[in-house]
């Protein structure tokens, strides 16, 4: 290799995306849209001048300014009404809910306004807006920091609900989310907000909404999780192959609407399914998948469907939470249970 091969191979070295985190790639998603599109603002508490609390926001007010980077008062009411009036108005507000338990005074403007106005207006108007919302446990956080309430928003007609499990994935759906125009609640699952990086161009390049990714090939039996859980997930497939047993890996990505023929898909092959994801189990939204292999794919069931879920109860403090969250082993057990039973 003569010089100046070499010193080309050094500048295109240089000039490589670096491999950022989950949380930096919804900083990397918020700082371009912010950049092409002057009706893209954001709003909450702490998010100015502090960066979050998490530090998703992080420079975005040095760069934006007050007028695109808002602090508002410690009052989430007052947060989900202005986002709602923002984004009615041809705005596109990305607000933040701090942490998942905060949401819920909120609620009222999400379901009666947000979720409704396409509806109620005959299309006149829409509210293209983002709420983003730091999730679930594993964080050793208190009470209200740590909840998994993601099929509360699933019930609700007219909104997308959409979470994220790697740094590309959380650039490309929140490109999605900021460009929709309807309502989108974009749940970041916090406890691997830093746990890995990737490779993700700043490219402005969004990825699909309201599919599901098959990130592993399979044909004993299909996992199905969604957010954080997609480590554990990811981590029982390599276990199960050690033992011989071929798990397909499917992170559902977007809750509502369902990409429910990925799903069924992957059954047809597998015969076999678990559901897992860390929020209660009794009306958690993998009752909903299950309902819908019942009702839609029986005959193309070998076994049972098990659900590898949180208990149900309020997620503890950190001294038991980790025994609450769903593990590996207890996914390589439930897999195991699906393979004997038929």
């Known amino acids: 290799m003569n010089k100046a091969e070499t010193m080309t191979q050094i500048d295109s070295k240089a000039n490589a995306p670096a491999a950022i985190t989950l949380i930096e790639a ?41 007028g695109r980077v808002l602090d508002t008062p410690l009052d989430e009411t007052t947060i989900a009404g202005l986002t709602v009036g923002l984004a009615s108005q041809g705005m596109r507000p990305v607000a933040e809910a701090q942490f998942d338990g905060f949401m819920y005074p909120m609620v009222d403007h999400i379901v009666c306004h947000a979720a409704r106005l396409r509806y109620r207006t005959r299309g006149r108007l829409t509210c293209p807006m983002v709420l983003r919302v730091p999730w679930g446990g594993g964080i050793r956080a208190p009470e209200h920091h740590s909840e998994a309430n993601e099929a509360i ?48 161009p700043d490219d402005g390049e969004a990825l699909p909404l309201d599919v599901c990714y098959v990130l592993r090939d399979g044909t004993d039996v299909t996992l199905v999780t969604w957010g954080a859980q997609v480590k554990e997930c990811l981590e029982a497939a390599d276990k199960l192959a050690a033992e011989g047993i071929s798990a397909e890996v499917i992170d559902v990505a977007t809750l509502r609407p369902l990409d429910f023929d990925t799903i069924a898909e992957s059954v047809s092959r597998t015969g076999r399914c678990v559901i897992v994801h860390e929020a209660p189990k009794t009306a958690g939204f993998g009752a909903e998948i299950a309902a819908r292999l019942a009702e839609e794919s029986m005959y193309d069931l070998l076994a049972p469907v098990e659900r590898v879920t949180g208990y149900d109860t309020h997620i503890p403090l950190f001294r038991l939470e980790m025994k609450y969250l769903p593990s590996v082993e207890r996914i390589v057990t439930a897999a195991k249970r699906t393979l004997a039973a038929g």
């Open 153 to 200: 928003f699933t019930n609700v007609p007219g909104l997308r609900v959409v979470m994220p499990s790697s740094p590309q994935r959380a650039y490309g759906l929140l490109l999605a989310a900021i460009r929709d125009p309807d309502p989108v609640i974009y749940f970041e699952p916090k406890r691997i907000y830093r746990a890995y990086k990737e490779i993700v």
């Open 26 to 66: 919804v900083t990397q998603a918020l700082a371009y849209e912010m950049r092409n599109d002057d009706r893209v603002l954001v709003l909450g508490e702490d998010v100015g001048v502090n960066g979050g609390v998490f530090r998703a926001t992080a420079g975005l007010h040095a760069q934006f300014g007050s």
